[in-house]
């Protein structure tokens, strides 16, 4: 069966510091990978998707990245966090169209900017 | 531009009751509609999903319906149950390996 994993589950972190979040799946190949922001009592906001390696789609400009090395892991970084940056963040995989549009979330990691 | 929309963001139903959430899209283009139930600190889970060639799918207490005409899809649970407390999203699908989600319905259960 398929696992996700994401790292660490919780972090807090100063202003103007770097950022680097990962997530990995097990037990399926070539997924499709995803980040989501979720702010305080705030919906899903899709940040970036990947179909593939080192292929990355952005949905909203900020000063985050993410960067896929590998098939089956997905990383989010930043070289300064801003205040807004704070809130919940969630890595997805789903098999892709043709296979299944599902997409299966990780635990998520608690994100407080200070 | 909210493409899915869920108005109601909290209902409240007693143990045993019938929930119904709604969702509403605005994409004629959508052709695959799903929801998923998400606890507090934790990431979303999957529960239900339908196509567009149909106009309802039945999991379990879990029944989604679809109305492509008025556009608008509802999640059933029926009898409801204390964990079924939880936020409640729909998302919809049209082919670009991403999905559009609505902002969400907190459901809690009246024991």
């Known amino acids: 069966s398929q696992t996700i994993h994401q790292w660490p589950a919780t972090l807090v972190q100063p202003v103007g510091s770097p950022l680097s979040l990962e997530c990995t799946v097990e037990?399926?190949?070539?997924?499709?990978l995803y980040w989501y922001r979720q702010a305080a009592g705030r919906g899903l906001q899709l940040l970036f998707y990947?179909?593939?390696?080192?292929?990355i789609s952005s949905e909203v400009p900020q000063n985050l990245s993410a960067s896929r090395p590998q098939d089956r892991q997905f990383i989010l970084s930043s070289k300064k966090l801003l205040l807004s940056d704070s809130g919940f963040y969630l890595c997805?995989?789903?098999?892709?169209?043709?296979?299944?549009?599902?997409?299966?979330f990780g635990p998520g990691t608690r994100l407080t900017v200070t | 531009d909210q493409q899915v929309k869920q108005n109601s963001p909290s209902l409240s139903v007693q143990e045993g009751r019938i929930s119904i959430l709604n969702c509403d899209y605005t994409?004629?283009?959508?052709?695959?509609f799903l929801w998923y139930k998400k606890y507090p600190a934790e990431g979303p889970t999957f529960l239900i999903s339908?196509?567009?060639?149909?106009d309802k799918n039945e999991d379990g207490r879990f029944t989604v319906f679809l109305n492509k005409s008025a556009k608008h899809l509802s999640l059933h649970i029926v009898p409801s149950q204390p964990g079924d407390s939880a936020v409640y999203f729909c998302?919809?699908?049209?082919?670009?390996?991403?999905?559009?989600f609505g902002t969400g319905t907190r459901l809690t259960i009246i024991p």
């Open positions: 997805a995989w789903s098999a892709g169209a043709g296979v299944g549009v599902e997409q299966y």
């Open positions: 037990g399926t190949s070539n997924p499709n």
């Open positions: 990947s179909v593939g390696i080192g292929q």
């Open positions: 994409n004629s283009m959508f052709d695959y």
């Open positions: 339908i196509s567009s060639i149909k």
């Open positions: 998302a919809a699908y049209f082919g670009n390996e991403k999905l559009t």
